[in-house]
């Protein structure tokens, strides 16, 4: 019996060592494996990190490309208002240019309904002498005096009484003129001188007419007579 004792605490011994054994053996393996799993995690971390860091580049390349995409909207939408206002620009100039024809056009056929009239005018014949209504004798020369004007050009005159061509037609004047002619009255009476003008376009002007009284040569003109006005005497 004495010598079951020890070999009792022997094997008690035996299986405590043992379990002391197997327990650091499984905290071995426990550390081991926990540090397995630590070089894992640090390599996930590191990979993670890496990631990131690649992540951050990329949206930092984004974001420039972000910025110079904005910068480049900012430029275009800078030139799309400049187009804007050039087209305006043009359209405002397109609408002043068709402003400016239709006014010329107006003024084109306004020039050219002028020059119509202007055409289609007679010569103006104005009398300088001598005065209606003179009163002449017969054989006295009495001096015609007449201004004759064109634009176009005068072509001829002609002095008529009644339908008796008496003087004329003188042709070619040019656009203005100063004509005189001399004509004597052979017979007494009222009588009527008929001027006319006609110019380069055929157009020949309304009569312009000097009414004359023709009278004997020994028929003097009587003058007129002043009557004496007495002068008065102040009143005593």
């Known amino acids: 019996m004495k010598s079951s004792a020890p070999t009792a605490i022997a094997l008690t011994l035996i299986m405590f060592l043992l379990v002391l054994a197997a327990a650091v053996f499984f905290l071995f393996q426990g550390q081991q494996s926990l540090k397995l799993e630590l070089q894992n995690a640090g390599d996930t971390v590191r ?19 972000l910025d110079t995409l904005e910068l480049s909207g900012t430029s275009t939408a800078a030139e799309n208002v400049g187009l804007t206002e050039q087209l305006a620009n043009s359209d405002q100039l397109i609408v002043t240019l068709e402003s400016q024809e239709l006014q010329l056009s107006s003024d084109l056929e306004n020039a050219v309904a002028t020059m119509e009239i202007f055409e289609s005018q007679a010569p103006l014949v104005t009398v300088v002498g001598p005065q209606d209504q003179a009163i002449v004798s017969v054989g006295q020369a009495v001096e015609l005096v007449i201004v004759a004007s064109d634009h ?21 004047i040019g656009e203005t003129a100063i004509m005189r002619h001399t004509w004597t009255p052979t017979a007494e009476g009222p009588i009527t ?11 020949t002007s309304d009569p312009s007419t000097i009414d004359l009284t023709i009278i004997g040569s020994a028929t003097s ?13 102040p009143e005593s």
């Open 47 to 65: 990979a993670l990190e890496k990631q990131q860091a690649e992540i951050e580049l990329n949206n930092s390349a984004a974001q420039a490309t």
């Open 152 to 172: 176009a050009g005068v072509n001829g005159v002609s002095f008529n009484i009644g339908n008796e061509l008496f003087g004329g037609p003188v042709e070619n």
């Open 193 to 203: 001188i008929f001027i006319t003008a006609t110019n380069v376009n055929g157009i």
């Open 221 to 233: 003109i009587p003058e007129p007579t002043v009557e004496a006005i007495p002068e008065s005497t």
